[in-house]
């Protein structure tokens, strides 16, 4: 391995979550296929849980955010989790940088997650090329850009809101933690930091591509060189260039595909909801039963993913009563149940991984958002790419059963059905076109690769 000519050594770090991992672990295998070596490092409480292994594809290493025994669950709080990971992370990847220095392939490029923005400060240090890696859309980092930068101001007192590139936005569109004044106040710093050192980056790339929002990107690259890379999805389920690459490959939690899949396959074609609130959600009890009984009554098979943790709250004996009509699973392979032929509809959280691979797959949704950017993702699923509807929550914050079975009739049936996956077909062409040699994401890799090189 070590012998082998490579063009450069990247080490990309994530922000240690499921949904900020596969991303950056998906572009890492591009830049292996353009001949660079990439090293994918995590805390050493996730490369314990997940326990990946390297390949010629990709290295794994880690860091430290300071809590090895039990991950996030054992900080003291979020604003404590969030200033130890800068404290003991940034030693622990200058610790990694120097262990690299005096081997054939020295780390030369740092691809860090801006919600870590300290290690853009220990790759100047070195003296090592620094790449910002956006984890969502354009439209939702430009609302936080202009929100840092004092363009917006809070709170919002007039609505509707115009941010340049975007559609006329509502409060409800915006993401959680500004429509929700007060509301997880660590988080909100932190993604208003992932601007506070972009301007120093050598580059900015973005997970996500230009045909999808390109009004957004136009408008943001007049403050930063943007460089869409998106979809970071399997490049099996894209442009297929990449050998073997069918599955992200790093699961936070373990499924076991032959039942989701040996339960599809007896399904008719485009007869099942999957309903998936991704990684990280935490349902009411109300929600829960709400969603339990409205999957339970509406017509259609379902598929939903109720984590370990959320099991306790779905209503009693119910997967007792729903029999073969549903099947409910701790985890499963996202990617292979939205491309079986089964499925006709994604009722989602609209997390950006989540949203970005029903486009890339072609699949409808019902959007049923929780916090963060999944507001926004939601507002652009319905209004922009009109490839579903968004639910409508109660002044109680519920979304009832009645409006969620009436969302999914409307993705599942009728005219406006049709026209949800005709559009969810074109965006899956473009963005097959996106990744595929020449396509604007693939120029755009091409151009950082170059960059970087270069520099
Ligand atoms: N995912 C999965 N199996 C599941 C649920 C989710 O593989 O049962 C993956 C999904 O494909 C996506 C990620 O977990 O890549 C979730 O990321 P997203 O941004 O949608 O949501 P988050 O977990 O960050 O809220």
Redesign the pocket.
């Known amino acids: 391995m070590e012998n082998k000519a490579y063009r450069g050594h990247v080490l990309a770090l994530p922000f240690p979550?499921?949904?900020h991992i596969?991303p950056l672990l998906q572009f890492s295998k591009r830049l292996v296929s353009k001949g660079l070596k990439a090293t994918l490092a995590t805390t050493l409480f996730i490369h314990n849980t997940m326990q990946p292994q390297s390949s010629s594809s990709l290295q794994f290493d880690t860091i430290s955010d300071g809590y090895d025994e039990g991950g996030f669950a054992q900080a003291e709080s979020i604003h404590a989790s969030l200033n130890r990971m800068e404290t003991i992370g940034s030693k622990t990847l200058a610790d990694l940088i120097l262990k690299n220095k005096n081997t054939a392939n020295p780390i030369d490029c740092i691809i860090y997650d801006p919600f870590l923005p300290w290690a853009l400060e220990v790759a100047k240090k070195f003296g090592i090329f620094g790449a910002a890696f956006f984890t969502q859309t354009c439209a939702v980092n430009f609302i936080y850009y202009h929100v840092h930068h004092g363009l917006l101001k809070l709170p919002i007192t007039s609505t509707p809101i115009s941010i340049p590139g975007l559609p006329v936005l509502e409060l409800a569109d915006m993401p959680s933690f500004i429509s929700v004044p007060g509301s997880y106040p660590a988080y909100f710093e932190m993604v208003l930091n992932q601007f506070s050192g972009t301007d120093k980056a050598d580059a900015v790339l973005v997970n996500t591509f230009y045909e999808l929002e390109p009004e957004a990107v136009e408008a943001m690259s007049k403050v930063y060189r943007l460089l869409p890379i998106g979809p970071t999805i399997p490049s099996f389920y894209l442009d297929k260039r990449l050998e073997n690459d069918n599955d992200?490959g790093l699961?936070l939690f373990v499924?076991d595909s032959s039942v989701c899949n040996n339960w599809l396959n007896t399904k008719p074609e485009g007869s099942v909801i999957y309903a998936?609130f991704?990684?990280?959600?935490s349902l009411s009890n109300k929600q829960m039963e709400e969603l339990a009984f409205a999957l339970k009554g509406s017509k259609f098979h379902f598929l939903w993913?109720v984590k370990a943790s959320e099991e306790a709250k779905l209503p009693e004996k119910f997967v007792e009563e729903i029999g073969n009509k549903g099947l409910v699973v701790q985890?499963?392979?996202?990617?292979e149940v939205l491309s079986n032929k089964a499925i006709g509809c994604f009722l989602t959280?609209c997390?950006?991984?989540?949203?970005l691979?029903a486009l890339s797959l072609g699949v409808p949704m019902v959007g049923v958002p929780q916090w963060t950017d999944q507001t926004t993702n939601a507002k652009y699923v319905q209004d922009v790419w009109k490839v579903g509807v968004r639910a409508k929550v109660c002044e109680n914050g519920i979304v009832e059963r009645k409006e969620i079975e009436f969302c999914i009739k409307e993705v599942m049936e009728g005219e406006r059905g049709k026209d949800f996956l005709e559009n969810a077909k074109k965006w899956r062409d473009l963005a097959i076109k996106a990744g595929s040699k020449g396509g604007s994401s693939d120029k755009n890799i091409d151009e950082f690769v170059s960059r970087f090189i270069n520099s």
């Open positions: 979550i499921q949904g596969n992200y699961n499924s998936s991704g990684s990280m959600a993913v985890w499963c392979s996202q990617l959280h997390g950006w991984n989540s949203t691979e």
